[in-house]
């Protein structure tokens, strides 16, 4: 039985309301049936997939004035999918996945407060050789490079999900990891840039990250 506690919030995105159901803060745990533990997730990082993060925050805001037509996009490791429910409120084609048992759950419920359609979910690790999710002309995540060992298991799980010309969009705010994760796309034949948010006023403080843009083209 769960014992986490809960909030809920709405977000502003110009004159959108996107309604979020978070825990309640990063102190939150339950995992009774030792569902996360089996996956290798310790009590300590838990919390991590349930919280609204200053980088997610970013990611959604680009997503919400992103060109979609003709998309086919996935959020990688979407954790409480902010940038996906923005996404699929504006009729994108977007599916979500992440690693976190709880992750689908908070994004049903969310896609249900906000009166919208369902968003296909797949449950996915990025070191998954095999998944059914297909390729994708649009890739997306927040605050994925939390340790050096993550840079080669995304780069490919990415590069295993993106269609001959794709486009990869990661906001990362910042630790110490990108510049390795950018090298490791450059030599997947991946174009590179990087760039400041221009507007991050909806954000408590200042901003230290980068927006990380990748392109491949099949011409």
Known sequence: ???????????EFDLSDIHVRTLRDNQQFSDDENEALNLGISSATW???????????VLAHLMYTHNIDGLRILE???????ASLVLNHRHANIT??????????FLSANVLLNGDRPIPFVRTG???????????????GSDLLYERSHVDMLADFIDCHAAPDCEVILVDPGRGHHAVF????????YQHSQSKPLETSYLLKPFKGQILSYHRSKI
């Open 1 to 11: 039985m769960s014992t986490f506690r809960v909030r809920y919030q709405t977000l």
């Open 47 to 57: 919390p991590l997939f349930g919280i609204i993060w200053p980088s997610g925050e």
């Open 76 to 82: 990688v490791g979407c954790g409480i999918g902010l």
């Open 96 to 105: 979500a996945t992440d690693y976190h048992p709880e992750a689908g759950r």
């Open 126 to 140: 990025w070191q998954d050789g095999e998944t059914s999710l297909g390729q994708y002309d649009c890739i997306i």
């Open 182 to 189: 950018s090298k490791k796309m450059v030599s997947l034949g």
